[in-house]
């Protein structure tokens, strides 16, 4: 244990020092290096190397040129909840962040096998814990609560609604923990490239690895064998065992061309996990079946990167956005997995976010119900067709939306919209109308999921002296309130180990 965090403290020292030296020699320093260690760096790292938002190296900037990043930093960007700084800095500040950004940093930042390995942090064994949970509820209706504001998790019991433990984790973890399929470890993602594996039934931190410097998501194979997270930064694809011991890493690249990577989600039927690229435009199938450790990629060509995708219930179909290119629109796709080809557009306008979407029956077909990161909009599309079957006004746009098998109500945040931030806006399936509004006046209320059978609703009012909203899932009423520091987001065992069609995945 003494020899492994010595090296972790060597290698991130190491790191540090070289990333705090290139600060100094950049050529807008000091005015732009001040200016970003108070405006930028909570969110992005002091050394530019990521935190809750991207990192903001040339390296990460290759698709987006210099008039687009000042027009972000000016006006914000809302599919990512960053804030517009046009009112607080002058064009002249702007324009030297910009400048900075676009700066390389010396040395390049790089995160490499032998850094991947040294980070590795065996914290528990978890082979001498008990083999079932040392509390007592239903661990099916267990819902993992992620507090931002203080950066802890509560444990809650989906039954009593009461806290069953609260422990610390990383800073800004990712807001979707995955699961062993048993139930009993989760597996976080923070930011800045942690993987944490925590034992759910005798609440202990068991290991913990850096995937990179910047991470956007993990993801758990449906036999429990596997980790893989998707990398900003470096541009990579990296394969963990389950105890996060490294197997392989994958470059993202095409060619001489490197990316970013998307995002990447299991694929439990295929038995295999699917990545998206960002800055490329590939999707990549990494299959996991058979006993051997998963096989090099099957790459599928696509005309446009997707910036996130969403997963039809047959596990065929991925359906795709793209961020707009300058003065353009998002566009949205339907990529065949099997024939490995694109084979529709989804007439969806907007910023779609399909990662978000929930899938059920309306009329005898399925549909697909996707909120909208621009527009107040519901677009609900036929997932045969690839037509929309209808698109439901909202108060503003939105990031969530839930539901459940056992329900017949969606529910959909206007978290996007300054002036609608404080509502949920429930959707009868049967309908496709709007049936009722519930308000937090003045406060940011969002992200739903529900409790194993359906009955009830919790809200995460996204506030630092926030709390968790418990609401009937039938009368909308408020049932109860639990204070939390900023809950981001909220799971429950059971809708995402049996891949509920309510719930993302």
Sequence with gaps: MKRTLFTVVTATLSLTLGLAQAAQDSPSAPHATALFQQHCASCHGAQRTGSMGPALLPESLARLRPAEARKTIAEGRPATQMPAFQASLSPADIQALTELIY????????????DIQASRVQHTDARKLPNKPQWKADPMNLFIVVEGGDHHVSLLDGDRFERIHRFPTRYALHGGPKFSPDGRFVYFGSRDGWISKYDLWNLKLVAEVRAGLNMRNVAVSSDGRWVIAANYLPHSVVLFDHDLKLVQTHAARSGVESSRVSAVYDAAPRQSFVVALKDVPELWEISYAGKKAPAAPRRIQLEEPLDDFFFDPAYRHALGASRPQGDGQATAQVVDLDAGRKVANLPIAGMPHLGSGITFDYQGRRVLASPNLKDGAIDVIDLTNWQTVKTIATPGPGFFMRSHEKTPYAWVDSMMAPKAKDRLTVIDKRTLQVVAEVREPGKTLAHIEFTRDGQYALASLWEMDGALIVYDA????????????????????????????????
């Excluded at 700066?103 to 032998?114: N, V, Y």
């Excluded at 309130?481 to 049996?498: A, I």
Aim: charged share 25%; proline share 11%; hydrophobic share 25%.
């Design 474 to 505: 039938a009368t909308f009423k408020e049932v109860k309130r639990l204070p939390m520091s900023k809950p981001v987001g909220k799971y429950n065992l059971h809708n995402k180990l049996t891949r509920s069609e309510g719930t993302s995945h």
């Design 103 to 114: 700066q390389p940093m010396r040395p390049t930042p790089a995160w490499t096998e032998l």
